[in-house]
């Protein structure tokens, strides 16, 4: 304070003044008409002046040029502000600033890009985070060059010798940017994508691709962090491409017991000929096999109708007639699996026209609700442990459910 002289104090006090006038001009007059004008345009880029914190920035940026251009002029060229120390702190403080300015501007384009439409998939938050580490590094650098007196090539030189020490301080950093890479050119997983990684037990939607972080909110909504550099090492299952088929699948099956597997006889055929959805199949298939039979001597065996080829074809016209089932464009399957100890596995594969998950397990549930209600009237049995398998062993008549 020595440097200050009572002569000083109506320049530092007019100073001052302007200094904290024009702080608030551009607070309360300024900044927003700019953001009125702002508001009413269709471009992403002006948003960076809807922003409050990067204005609040770009204010102080403001004020201290306006500080150093004023300092300048022969009025407020005090003493005081002519010392080393004062230069120093005023230059550092600026730098300081402009860089905070400079970081936060970083931040508000991150959050413009997941409303511009072809960006929405291509998250650059994970880019945006090594751009600040380079700048934070560079504001220090310079803030500390300021303050020593040293040309910032100076310390900049010396970090070539000091490469070893920051790939170690960096390892994993650098490690995550290259995986960010990968992420993006291979486009491997995006914002809103389902995935499930079971090495650290998530199952559900990503919520946050980071440069160090890939954060999961399951289905019972925790979230799971995962390092970024894991989801290139590990395995990762999207469900992205079913969002974009269109369709979720159903690949469920049916134990049916072998038991009740077996040739149908003339009063099966006139009963299942009352069901619509199955007597074409049966005149179509009774007409080829009594074609086959009467072409054949009675040393071969002839051909019979089974139940459970009978019941296939039915699935088969079922699913196809299902509202909520996609079977023109997807595929759809009856199959029939090798049996095991349990029965013989009927699998059904398809497709819902939905990818609704609460609309997907409906649907599931009401067609195999039917599959279990309409197994008796083929003669079938789902395969079960306990007293219908002690029934069916002894010949016990089976229950018949009109449809």
Do not use: C
């Amino acid at each position: 304070m020595n440097n200050l002289t009572a002569s000083d104090l109506p320049s530092l006090a007019y100073l001052i003044g302007i200094l904290v006038t024009s702080y608030l001009l551009l607070r309360s007059v300024v900044f927003p008409i700019i953001k009125r004008g702002a508001s009413k345009t269709t471009t992403y880029i002006d948003d960076l002046f809807l922003d409050k914190k990067f204005l609040n920035r770009v204010s102080y940026v403001f004020v201290f040029v306006l500080f150093n251009f004023l300092v300048a002029t022969p009025q407020f060229n005090l003493e005081i502000f002519n010392t080393e120390i004062s230069k120093r702190v005023s230059s550092a403080l600026l730098t300081l600033f402009v860089g905070l300015t400079l970081l936060e501007m970083l931040n508000v384009l991150n959050k413009v890009s997941e409303n511009i439409e072809s960006l929405k998939n291509r998250p650059i938050k994970g880019y945006v985070q090594i751009v600040k580490i380079v700048v934070n590094s560079f504001i220090f650098i310079i803030i500390f060059a300021i303050m020593t007196g040293q040309p910032v090539s100076y310390y900049i030189s010396g970090l070539g010798a000091l490469t070893a020490v920051l790939l170690l301080v960096f390892q994993d950093t650098i490690l995550s940017f290259i995986a960010s890479v990968q992420i993006g050119q291979n486009n491997i997983i995006n914002n809103g994508d389902w995935i499930e990684v079971p090495e650290y037990g998530a199952d559900g939607d990503v919520i946050d691709i980071a440069l160090h972080t890939v954060k999961v909110q399951n289905w019972d909504k925790t979230i799971t962090t995962i390092p970024t550099s894991k989801i290139v090492t590990t395995s990762v299952k999207n469900w992205r491409g079913m969002s974009e088929y269109g369709g979720r699948r159903i690949k469920r099956s049916i134990s049916i017991d072998i038991s009740s597997v077996r040739f149908m006889e003339q009063k099966d055929i006139d009963k299942l000929m009352k069901i619509p959805t199955v007597n074409k199949y049966l005149s179509e298939k009774i007409k080829d096999i009594e074609e086959f039979n009467s072409s054949v001597n009675e040393e071969k065996e002839k051909r019979k109708l089974t139940n459970l080829g009978t019941f296939r074809a039915y699935l088969v016209k079922y699913l196809k007639n299902h509202d909520g089932l996609n079977t023109e464009t997807m595929t759809l399957l009856v199959r029939q699996l090798s049996p095991t100890a349990t029965g013989v596995p009927l699998e059904l594969y398809t497709f819902t026209n939905t990818i609704d998950w609460v609309e997907y397990e409906g649907i599931q549930s009401d067609i195999f609700d039917h599959i279990f209600a309409v197994l008796p009237k083929f003669g079938l049995r789902a395969f079960q442990d306990g007293t219908v398998e002690a029934a069916a062993a002894r010949g016990l008549p089976i229950i018949d459910l009109e449809i």
